[in-house]
């Protein structure tokens, strides 16, 4: 094992921290908030499948062109549960975001290959919910945004796809690039990675709880 895999491995799985927090935590927390722990439930168990396919199959394209359709699919549902669209969205969502699912990974290219297409559209997607989500939070809320934990959220998530979605794009036309330039944004990916995998570990432990009913006497 190189060191930089090392590395690599531990950026990636730096997402066990907050998943276990989240695994604490669930019951307690609001169901506004359970897609967000689904999505960290899912992002560790691809890594770890990842990590299992790499040493015995040399290649973990597969799950992890599987995993980002699963993922682009919570963060519909979590964005949902925030009310970000109306209901019939929803659905055409999902359904747009299979058909560039399957074009990419079985019309255009294989499944069994590192595919950008519907990772930067997913990404494009995320990050424009994100910017609707934070401009109706700013307008229509009259609260601290510090102590909004979607405004933090709909931060985060954009600081990692903003970036993803850029080195996806670039990857779609890799020809124009050189190796060592997409080796560099990679890494830089992982990085980023890393970044937001701790910051969602501190966002899980102040996600509000679910909120108990009194009945009057």
């Excluded at 949902?80 to 975001?97: A, C, H, V």
Aim: with cysteine; charged share 10%.
């Amino acid at each position: 094992m190189t060191f930089s895999f090392l590395i690599s491995v531990i950026f990636n799985h730096s997402i066990l921290i907050a998943a276990i927090i989240g695994m604490v935590r669930f019951k307690s927390i609001s169901s506004d908030f359970h897609p967000f722990i689904y999505i960290l439930w899912l992002g560790l168990a691809n890594e770890t499948l990842s990590l299992i396919f790499i040493y015995t199959h040399q290649s973990n394209t597969a799950n992890s062109n599987l995993f980002v359709y699963l993922e682009y699919l919570l963060f519909i549902w979590q964005f949902s549960k925030w009310k970000s669209f109306p209901g019939k969205f929803y659905y055409l969502l999902i359904i747009l975001g299979l058909a560039v699912w399957m074009t990419d990974n079985f019309i255009l290219h294989s499944i069994t290959r590192n595919n950008s297409l519907f990772r930067a559209v997913a990404a494009f997607t995320i990050v424009f919910l994100c910017f609707d989500q934070l401009n109706k939070i700013v307008i229509f809320d009259l609260g601290s945004l510090r102590k909004n934990k979607i405004f933090i959220l709909c931060l985060i998530f954009s600081f990692f796809f903003v970036f993803k979605a850029f080195v996806e794009a670039f990857n779609i036309f890799s020809i124009s690039l050189s190796r060592e330039l997409l080796n560099t944004l990679w890494i830089i990916l992982g990085f980023v990675n890393f970044i937001t995998n701790i910051l969602y570990a501190i966002v899980t432990l102040w996600i509000p709880t679910k909120q108990k009913f009194i009945l009057p006497f």
